[in-house]
């Protein structure tokens, strides 16, 4: 019984994001708010033609995220996120994602 649940610990160390362990959801909010949320709106709900970003997977954000930063056209508005991606360091990537996973725009 040892070896199994050894086995699925090292499996569940491997296969989990070390980002997504360490990611700090309130520096993400905090990112978001200095400039995402001009665009994408209220925790990421979009407006007009800038997409929803959450509710979106960690690994799908980081990835957008990355390619951005370098470059890689991804969308139609593509060229207004390279400028926006470029200075955001991995950490803020991943805190950004975490963020936006499970950011809800609520009406009040």
Not at 48 to 75: H, N
């Amino acid at each position: 019984m040892l070896k199994i649940f050894s086995s699925f610990f090292v499996f569940m160390i491997l296969a989990y994001p070390q980002s997504a362990l360490s990611a700090d959801i309130a520096a993400g909010e905090a990112r978001y708010k200095e400039t995402c949320i001009n665009c994408h709106g209220p925790a990421g709900k979009g407006a007009g033609s800038f997409p929803k970003v959450s509710g979106k997977e960690i690994s799908y954000t980081t990835d957008k995220l990355e390619a951005y930063r370098k470059g890689i056209k991804q969308g139609s508005n593509s060229f207004l996120m390279f400028p926006m991606a470029k200075p955001l360091t991995d950490e803020e990537i991943a805190n950004l994602a975490a963020y936006l996973e499970g950011a809800k725009y609520n009406v009040e």
